[in-house]
C-alpha cells in the first residue's frame, strides 16, 4: 500500500478516492477501521472515519485505530484528509487528531492544505478563499456545527495544537517542489510542526505534491491528492478505475431533499423513468410502504431502470417535519429507503444508485457494506464503486453513493449510460 487515508467523514473519504483513482491509484475505500485480519488489494486505502464533530478524545482514538490497521498494512505515507472548508471547533478536531498522529508517526514537520481550486477552495497567505469570498465570510460562517468565522488557517490551526505552525507561502510554491523542501526545511528548524501551505492552482498541488515526497504525514482537503501518484511513477489511466462487471437489474433510491436531487427526480420522471413515491406520512401511520414498493417493483426490474424516492421540496418536507418531528421524519424515512434498497439487491438489482448522504449512510449499512472499489467518476466527487455485500451473492454490486448537491440534473440517467459504455 503506497498510500494510507484517514477521513474525517464519508462522503469526504469518497472524495479523496475519486482524485486519487483519477491520478492513477487504485483506491479502495473502507467503512470504518475494518477488522485485524482483513486484507485489502490497493495502492491506497481510504478509511471513512465519522469524526469530524465527534469529541476531539474519541476522534483521536478512532484515527489511531485506523493509523494502526493501515500501518500493518504497510502504508507508506498517511495522509490525514480534512474537509476542503476545514470544519472544525475551537477544540478541533482537525488540530488534535493531526498532532497524535504525527505523534505516533514521529513526523516532525506536517503540511496542512485544504485547497482545492478545482472546486474553488484556495489558500493564499495562509487564508482560506471560498469562491471569491474569504472562508470567515461565506456560508460557512453560518455553519450549525462548525461555524468557520477565521480565515486564517494558520491561527485556526494554531489555536487547536501544542506544536507551532507556520506558512509555506504562495511565492515559494510557485517556485516548485524544490523550493517548497526547502522551505519546509527552514520552518522545521526554526521549531516549526505544521505548515500551512498556499496553493492556488492545479500546479501548486502538483509541486507540493512533488514536495511531499517521503514525509510520514499529511493533513490535506481533496485536492493535495492529484500530486501524489506521480511520485510512485502512476499518471491517468483508464485502468486505475477498472471495475469488475456486474450483470443484473439497476434502480435508484433517492432520500436526498437537495435542489439538485429534487431536479434530478424531475428530469428522470419527465423521461418517462418508471417510480415509486415514497411518502413518510404513511410510513408514521403504520403502512408497510417497503413492502408495497418492493411488491411495485417486482414486475418492473428489467430493462429500465426504476426509482424509489422520498425526495421533496422544502415545504413539502418542512410540513412533514412539523407532524413528525424533523429526527422522527429522517430516521423513518432512512429506515424505509434502505428497506426498499436491501429487498432490491435480494431481488436481483445489482446496479444501484442512492442520493442522500445519510440515506447512503443508511442503504450502506443495511447492505452490509464494508468496503468500496473506487472507479470512473459520474461526475466531480461522485464515482461508481463496487462492493461485496451479503446480499448480492459472489459477485457484489456495483454502487453510486451521491451526497446532496452533487451531479448534473440528468445524473440518474447519466450513471447508468456510463456503465454501458463499458465499465
Ligand atoms: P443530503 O445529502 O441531500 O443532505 P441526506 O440523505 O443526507 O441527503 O438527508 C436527507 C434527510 O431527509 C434524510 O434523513 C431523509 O430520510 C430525510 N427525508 C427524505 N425525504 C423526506 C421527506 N419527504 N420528508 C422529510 N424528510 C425526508
Known sequence: MLLGCIADDFTGATDLANNLVRAGMRVVQTIGVPDEGATVEADAVVVALKSRTIEPGDAVAQSLAALHWLRARGAGQIYFKVCSTFDSTERGNIGPVAEALADALGAEFVPVCPAFPENQRTVFKGHLFVGDLLLSDSSMRHHPLTPMTDASLVRVMQRQCRGRVGLVEHAVVRQGADAVRARMQALQAEGVRFGVVDAIANDDLMAMGQAFTGLPLLVAGSGVAIGLPQNHGLTASAAAAELPRVPGARAIVSGSCSPASNAQVVDFLRRGGEAFAVEPLRIAAGEDVAGEALRWAADRLGDQPVLFYATAEPEAVKAVQARLGVEEAGALVERTLSTIALGLVERGVRRLVVAGGETSGACVQALQVE?????????????????????????????????????????????????????
Open 371 to 423: 468496503r468500496l472499489r473506487i472507479g470512473p467518476q459520474i461526475d466531480p466527487g461522485v464515482p461508481w464503486c463496487h462492493a461485496p455485500s451479503p446480499a448480492a451473492g459472489a459477485q457484489g454490486l456495483l454502487l453510486a453513493l451521491k451526497s446532496g448537491n452533487f451531479g448534473t440534473v440528468d445524473f440518474f440517467t447519466k450513471a447508468f449510460t456510463l456503465l454501458e459504455q463499458g465499465v
